[in-house]
């Protein structure tokens, strides 16, 4: 008689005579099930196979709300989305109430949170507003043991592995991630995107937040796992090998590198009289208008620095910034002209809004000096509107990719949450745009140079970008 199907007999009747229950039992005979596949036959890396643990917290996740309740929210949703001010500016009506049509017929039965934003951030996405989305806040909240132990970069909807995290020695630096739980990198960049809200429905944005939050958005999509089967092929190798990650201990912390990277730095290379000033976000205001004095201190001391120590070239690195409090950019702005420069579009809105539609130039500019701003996919809102007005009036030189977002957006609000599932919702205001000439709205800020950044890049930890503007000759 076949030894597992022994083991499994014996575990099942040992599991009934201790009284444990049958959702426990059933998690058990799925893990011997999974010794009987395929993937049992590779080799596996994991913390403790064989320690298997009935887990509260991925027991409240698989909890699942009435189908009385998630029409509630379905319904609470359509309302709120009615208030965008161009509901159907990339999804005509039509197109919108058959969507919305099929997502409601998905509503069958009760449903996990997870199963319901499945269903409803497609059509929150649909309207191709950054500003507008909605939000499963749970992740936040939930230990980094239970995240997929994986750091990931995607290109041409291929998934790399930029860390080595799972416990495998072959699972190397550039590796090619080509399932996870079985399915594979191509549907989860499909499913992943289609929930993601981008200004025009931009893929460039997609990617772009994709590289930084793949971990929100797949736990969010898929929701959380006692274990990750993980399919992958080693960097510069067509050898298919799958591995396995148990949930069983704290996971390393492997997103702290990332995560305690500050939001404003200055980097000096004397010797090639370069500076580079890296800018995460532009979210200096939850606090009042002190964070905006900071923000404005430290660059005021920056520019401070790189005239004494007689910096040539200064580069703007503003990948991976999504945004933020325009205040913060039109003060860079003000730090890069020597003239009086076009900033919001004069128009009713901004006159009531008292927002200043010109830049003062500071006395003590920078414009003489060679100007760079890196740029990528997640670049959007309020950095994609400064990037517009620096483009429009050559301030400087774009290097990068293509923006995520345009030259208009719509700043968003707070809307209530989902009654019933706790999802968070926020809802685009009225447009806002720069003066420029009035570019296509489905296309971002075209950099004056285009830089590939390649998966060889992030494995030597080379930067394209800052070679070519080290190299560069001139100013």
């Known amino acids: 008689m076949d030894k597992i199907y022994i083991i499994r007999v014996t575990l099942f009747f040992f599991l009934l005579t201790t009284h444990i229950s049958y959702a426990w ?181 997609y990617r772009g937040d994709l590289n930084v939050n793949f971990l929100y958005y797949y736990h969010s999509y898929y929701g959380f796992d006692s274990e990750y089967r993980i399919k992958f092929k080693p960097y510069n190798s067509e050898k298919k090998i799958t591995t396995t990650f148990f949930v069983n201990k704290p996971a390393p912390d492997y997103k702290v590198e990332i995560n305690n990277k500050p939001r404003l730095n200055l980097e000096v290379i004397k010797e090639k009289e370069i500076a580079v000033i890296r800018i995460k976000n532009f979210n200096y205001y939850p606090r009042g208008k002190q964070n905006i004095d900071f923000f404005k201190k430290k660059l005021d001391d920056y520019i401070l620095k790189m005239e004494q120590d007689s910096i040539k070239k200064i580069a703007f690195d503003l990948r991976g910034n999504r945004g933020g409090n325009p205040e913060c950019t039109q003060y860079i702005l003000s730090y890069i002209t020597s003239k009086k420069i076009n900033f919001y579009e004069n128009n009713e809105l901004n006159k009531r809004r008292n927002r200043p539609t010109v830049v003062e130039p500071k006395t003590n500019n920078i414009s003489k000096k060679k100007i760079y701003f890196m740029i990528d996919g997640r670049c959007a809102s309020a950095t994609t509107q400064m990037l517009a007005v620096v483009k429009h009036n050559k301030l400087a030189t774009l290097l990068g990719e293509e923006t995520g977002g345009t030259y208009s957006t719509h700043p968003g609000r707070r809307a209530p949450v989902l009654k019933n599932t706790g999802l968070g919702l926020q809802i685009g205001t009225k447009r806002e745009s720069v003066s420029v000439p009035r570019l296509p709205l489905n296309l971002g800020i075209v950099p004056n140079r285009p830089i590939e950044l390649k998966v060889e890049h992030l494995m030597k930890q080379n930067d394209p970008i800052l070679e070519y503007i080290i190299n560069e000759r001139g100013k």
Not at 56 to 62: D, E, G, N, V
Not at 141 to 157: A, E, N, S
Request: net charge positive; proline share 4%.
């Open 25 to 205: 039992e059933a998690e058990c005979v799925k893990h011997l099930n999974f010794y009987k596949t395929p993937y049992f036959q590779k080799k596996i890396y994991d913390t403790n196979p064989y320690k298997l643990i009935k887990d509260s917290t991925l027991i409240k996740f698989r909890s699942k709300i009435e189908n009385k309740k998630l029409i509630q929210d379905f319904n609470q949703l359509l309302e709120t989305l009615k208030e965008h001010p161009s509901q159907f500016e990339f999804i005509d009506k039509l197109s919108f109430e058959n969507l919305i049509n099929t997502q409601r017929d998905k509503l069958k039965d009760s449903m996990t949170v997870t199963e319901f934003y499945r269903v409803v951030s497609p059509i929150v996405a649909s309207l191709g507003c950054l500003h507008t989305r909605i939000v499963d806040g749970r992740f936040f909240r939930t230990p980094p043991k239970y995240w997929l132990p994986l750091i990931v970069w995607f290109k041409d909807q291929k998934m790399y592995a930029i860390n080595n995290c799972v416990e495998s020695t072959e699972m190397n630096i550039g590796s090619e991630i080509l399932e996870i739980n079985g399915i594979s990198s191509r549907e989860i960049y499909k499913s992943l995107t289609s929930s993601i809200s981008a200004d025009a429905l931009n893929s460039k944005f």
